[in-house]
């Protein structure tokens, strides 16, 4: 199968602190990957290099487009990069609480609609136009997202696993083509967590999307996952499909420590 | 007993009360006859006040923690009123005839200070932009203002250019200053923002003072032309009669485009970057982009408003422009509610008519303005109008759109 992202050798320094050493990755095209590793192993800072938050040291992230030579990411403005149809969630949630939930989707349609300062001023058919299907999309995706009954209630009423979906479909409002959730189940009950691993597999199957997922419950991870990364301190310790994460013994290590020999998962 | 613990409270807030007047409430000290008079009534009457007062208080809120009501009930009267097209429609023609008649009843002096008034409008719902909406806090927005004035009078005074080609002059040269503050404090926020912008207003006002060979220095700008009207000549009340009018106009507009802007893809681009500033970016949303253009955007209507101030009052110095002006403007808009169009044109008329209209209370005025605007923060805090979102209505499956 094609790529969609390959990451080479990324390395990020703050200061003397190497946060992410020679990181290798690669995401193939309409396949679910996660990335694993201890707290502090640098998941989120490979997110924010990523997503152009963080500009890397050095090393390439090329993404693959259809018909197109690879883009270099490396440096992108974030809001270039979510153009090129990279969309992510973020850890500790950050939606836009004072206002609706429909109107944070509605943000998401930003980089995919372009009615400057004259359109919404003079109201020209085509920018009602725009408004319209900016709206009825939003909808559409809070509907295929099951919010569709807190359409306009404020983001930051919302029960927490509501809100970490309405972080999904904000982000799927940007048409993605490669989603990054990073710890999209964190604080979520064993029956939402598998309400959200059914939306998860839906999302790849309906629309053929790429997904990278940062995530600590491992059985999640271990049922979503075609292939692992595992990061430890900044490198990566191992790779390879569930079954082979589960029993390699460096992992086991990272994990648990020096002596456990038990296995995860 | 109900309400121990809030009895207990109020007795310690009446006693604190006691100990912290107690000097100047209690000891009088009576230099004639060289004693200290002691004057303990006035203690008890301290303490019961504020015993009273804070338990009341007190129970005020109690109940309203009490009774939880459904959302629409917590909205104020008045902005029930608001959302009832019955009742605002009566309301609105009301206004719009009273705005009508307003100026062949009232006395020039009136005129004038609604006139202000309409002024400080316009530059409240501008600063709106920036301070509301995109969550930019500026405090030097009058260095956009004064822009606006000397554009017309320099230019007029140059060029004998006439008013009505200096109005987008002006809003033009304000908002190109926008996006020159803008683009130095792009990476700044909240507290940092603030200094900045009310550092260049600082600039700006010095070096209208002191570069006299550009502006006339503290002196000042004088006989600036009224704007005409087709080459009538007006008296000095007919003219003041049509710079209302003129006001009233574009005031409206300013409102309608607001309106608009607000309502639009960009004034939720701007309103996201007030919310979060590193999710906008992951949406998509250009930073530098959003922010330049609610600079530049809350600019144009700044200057349009000086152009207007030095056609009002024909004569235009520094001494217009200082701080005091940027945080009139701002109280404007945070005493309105951020975000909020009625808001905004309560809070300025309530700012500029309130101390004109207090006159006859003579020094307290002031005192009292000060109270009200302390009283407002109490129990208001989110301004007279809190902004509330647009609801849409669907349809399952088939979505209509029914704003």
């Given at each position: 199968m094609d790529l969609i992202l390959d990451i080479k050798n990324l390395t990020m320094n703050f200061g003397g602190l190497k946060a992410l050493d020679g990181v290798n990755l690669h995401i193939r095209q309409g396949e679910i990957a996660a990335l694993i590793g201890p707290n502090g192993a640098g998941k989120t800072t490979l997110f924010n290099c990523l997503t152009g938050i963080y500009a890397p040291s050095s090393g390439d992230i090329l993404l693959y487009q259809p018909g197109a030579k690879p883009k270099r990411l490396n440096g992108l403005k974030i809001n270039t990069i979510t153009s090129l149809g990279v969309a992510r969630t973020f850890q500790n949630i950050r939606l836009f609480g004072g206002m609706?939930?429909?109107?944070?989707?509605?943000?998401?349609?930003?980089?995919?609609?372009?009615?400057?300062i004259l359109g919404a001023i003079f109201r020209p058919p085509a920018t009602?136009?725009?408004?319209?299907?900016?709206?009825?999309?939003?909808?559409?995706?809070?509907?295929?997202?099951?919010?569709?009954?807190?359409?306009?209630e404020l983001a930051k009423n919302l029960p927490y696993g509501a809100q970490r979906r309405l972080e999904i479909a904000r982000a799927l409002a940007t048409e993605p083509r490669l989603l990054l959730l990073d710890e999209p189940a964190a604080g979520m009950n064993p029956q939402e967590t598998r309400e959200l691993e059914g939306l998860l597999v839906r999302l790849q199957a309906d629309h053929e999307l790429s997904i990278l997922l940062i995530e600590h419950d491992m059985k999640l991870?271990?049922?979503?996952?075609?292939?692992?990364?595992?990061?430890?301190?900044?490198?990566?310790?191992?790779?390879?499909?569930?079954?082979?994460?589960?029993?390699?013994?460096?992992?086991?290590?990272?994990?648990?420590?020096?002596?456990?020999?038990?296995?995860?998962? | 007993?109900?309400?121990?613990?809030?009895?207990?409270?109020?007795?310690?807030?009446?006693?604190?009360?006691?100990?912290?007047?107690?000097?100047?409430?209690?000891?009088?000290?009576?230099?004639?006859?060289?004693?200290?008079?002691?004057?303990?009534?006035?203690?008890?009457?301290?303490?019961?006040?504020?015993f009273v007062l804070s338990f009341l208080w007190q129970i005020y809120q109690h109940r309203k923690t009490e009774s939880p009501l459904p959302v629409s009930a917590h909205l104020p009267a008045f902005q029930r009123l608001l959302?009832?097209?019955?009742?605002?429609?009566?309301?609105?023609?009301?206004?719009?005839?009273?705005?009508?008649?307003?100026?062949?009843?009232?006395?020039?002096?009136?005129?004038?200070?609604?006139s202000t008034a309409l002024i400080y409008i316009m530059l409240g719902l501008g600063l709106n932009i920036e301070v509301g909406l995109a969550g930019l806090l500026d405090l030097g927005y009058v260095a956009f203002y004064a822009v606006g004035a000397y554009s017309y009078a320099?230019?007029?005074?140059?060029?004998?250019?006439?008013?009505?080609?200096?109005?987008?002059?002006?809003?033009?040269?304000?908002?190109?200053?926008?996006?020159?503050?803008?683009?130095?404090?792009?990476?700044?926020?909240?507290?940092?923002?603030?200094?900045?912008?009310?550092?260049?207003?600082e600039i700006l006002r010095l070096v209208l003072e002191n570069w006299n060979a550009l502006s006339f220095g503290p002196s000042g700008i004088s006989n600036i032309p009224r704007p005409g009207l087709f080459g009538i000549e007006l008296t000095l009340e007919q003219s003041a009669v049509?710079?209302?009018?003129?006001?009233?106009?574009?005031?409206?507009?300013?409102?309608?485009?607001?309106?608009?802007?607000?309502?639009?893809?960009?004034?939720?681009?701007?309103?996201?970057?007030?919310?979060?500033?590193?999710?906008?970016?992951?949406?998509?949303?250009?930073?530098?982009?959003?922010?330049?253009?609610?600079?530049?955007?809350?600019?144009?209507?700044?200057?349009?408003?000086?152009?207007?101030?030095?056609?009002?009052?024909?004569?235009?110095?520094?001494?217009?422009?200082?701080?005091?002006?940027?945080?009139?403007?701002?109280?404007?808009?945070?005493l309105g509610g951020m975000g909020s169009i009625v808001g905004v044109i309560i809070a300025a008329l309530a700012i500029i008519l309130l101390p004109e209209y207090l006159r006859v209370l003579g020094d307290y005025r002031m005192l009292l303005f000060g109270a009200a605007l302390i009283g407002m923060m109490v129990f208001r805090p989110r301004g007279l109008i809190t902004p509330s979102s647009r609801t849409y209505v669907f349809q399952p499956s088939e979505h209509q759109e029914r704003t």
């Open positions: 609706t939930v429909l109107e944070n989707v509605m943000i998401g349609r930003h980089a995919r609609s372009k009615s400057g009602r136009v725009e408004e319209k299907a900016i709206v009825d999309k939003s909808y559409a995706i809070l509907e295929y997202i099951d919010l569709a009954p807190y359409v306009n991870v271990m049922n979503l996952a075609r292939n692992i990364f595992v990061l430890d301190y900044g490198e990566e310790i191992a790779r390879g499909t569930p079954l082979e994460i589960r029993h390699n013994p460096a992992v086991i290590k990272a994990y648990l420590g020096e002596e456990a020999d038990a296995e995860i998962g | 007993m109900k309400y121990a613990p809030e009895l207990k409270r109020s007795a310690t807030i009446a006693l604190w009360l006691i100990l912290l007047t107690f000097p100047i409430m209690v000891i009088q000290v009576n230099t004639i006859e060289n004693i200290v008079v002691w004057r303990w009534m006035n203690i008890a009457g301290v303490g019961t006040v504020a959302a009832d097209p019955k009742l605002y429609r009566p309301m609105l023609i009301f206004i719009a005839a009273f705005a009508l008649v307003f100026p062949f009843t009232a006395s020039h002096y009136q005129i004038n200070i609604m320099l230019l007029n005074y140059h060029f004998g250019l006439g008013f009505w080609t200096l109005l987008p002059a002006g809003a033009l040269l304000a908002a190109f200053f926008g996006i020159l503050v803008g683009f130095p404090v792009l990476r700044l926020r909240g507290d940092y923002l603030a200094i900045v912008t009310l550092a260049f207003a049509y710079m209302y009018f003129l006001l009233i106009a574009l005031c409206l507009l300013t409102i309608f485009v607001i309106y608009r802007l607000q309502h639009s893809r960009i004034g939720r681009a701007w309103v996201a970057l007030r919310e979060d500033e590193l999710a906008c970016q992951a949406m998509g949303i250009d930073k530098t982009r959003a922010k330049l253009t609610a600079f530049a955007l809350g600019a144009t209507w700044a200057g349009m408003a000086g152009v207007l101030f030095a056609a009002k009052t024909t004569f235009i110095n520094p001494a217009s422009f200082t701080f005091m002006e940027s945080a009139m403007i701002l109280a404007i808009v945070v």
